[in-house]
């Protein structure tokens, strides 16, 4: 796997359910760190896999109960991926170099949806105060004729931010998803494959 495909993987895990961010001490002292907060085992090795082999180093994971816990401070690494993006629930975006690459941009794609999709029988779903980040989801998937639809909604409480809901309604599109872009959460994926009467064990599968 090419160290590109990596970053993506690891810029979409961070833009669902992380952050990077370099924070500064009262003395002057830098710190420079990343969380992360996955919910499911297969996910959490799939990203611990994915920074080691970027970084060498294999960043601690806590159990929670209801999810993992991952702290790590590695100047180089939030260094490099504070350039390529923003991260953070209300600016969090796709890096540039990736963006024009079909191939590689379905690896952010395929992390971004491990953290923050939800899988139903009538659809796949994310949600975000990020409107402009959905959309461009919405753009990428049309390289793959994915059609989705975008929803605004707005939340109880006037302090909380307006919510914006991206879905994956028809069968079909729900299908082509499967196939091209798919997910490591193993959950998700067989929830998602267990909709679907197949011919033959090998009509899905996402790509590697």
């Known amino acids: 796997m090419t160290k590109l495909k990596l970053i993506a993987e690891l810029c979409g ?19 420079y760190e990343f969380r992360f907060y996955p919910d499911h085992e297969s996910v959490l090795k ?15 994971a806590k ?5 993992f816990y991952v702290q790590i401070q590695n100047k180089k690494a939030c260094i490099d991926l504070l350039k390529l993006a923003k991260f953070g629930s209300l600016s969090w975006s796709i890096p ?3 963006k024009n690459d079909k191939k590689i941009v379905r690896f952010w794609l395929r992390a971004y949806f491990d953290c923050d999709g939800y899988v139903s029988k ?7 105060v990020n409107e402009k980040g959905l959309k461009e989801i919405s753009k990428l998937l049309t390289n ?11 939340r109880p409480n006037k302090n909380w931010n307006v919510n914006y809901l ?14 091209t872009i798919g997910f490591n959460h193993k959950v998700k994926l067989n929830k998602l494959k267990s909709f679907y009467v197949l011919e033959s064990p090998n009509q899905v599968g996402h790509q590697n």
Do not use: C
């Not at 799939?46 to 601690?60: A, D, I």
């Open 122 to 128: 009538k659809y796949i779903q994310l949600q975000s």
């Open 13 to 31: 895990f961070l833009a669902a359910d992380g952050s990077v961010f370099i924070r500064k001490e009262k003395t002057g002292k830098s710190h």
């Open 144 to 154: 793959w004729n994915i059609g989705t639809k975008i929803y605004r909604y707005e």
């Open 166 to 179: 991206l879905n994956i309604n028809k069968k079909q599109d729900r299908l082509k998803f499967l196939k």
């Open 46 to 60: 799939r990203f611990l896999y994915v920074f080691e082999q970027l970084y060498g180093v294999t960043p601690h």
């Open 63 to 67: 159990n929670m109960g209801n999810y």
């Open 96 to 98: 540039k170099i990736i």
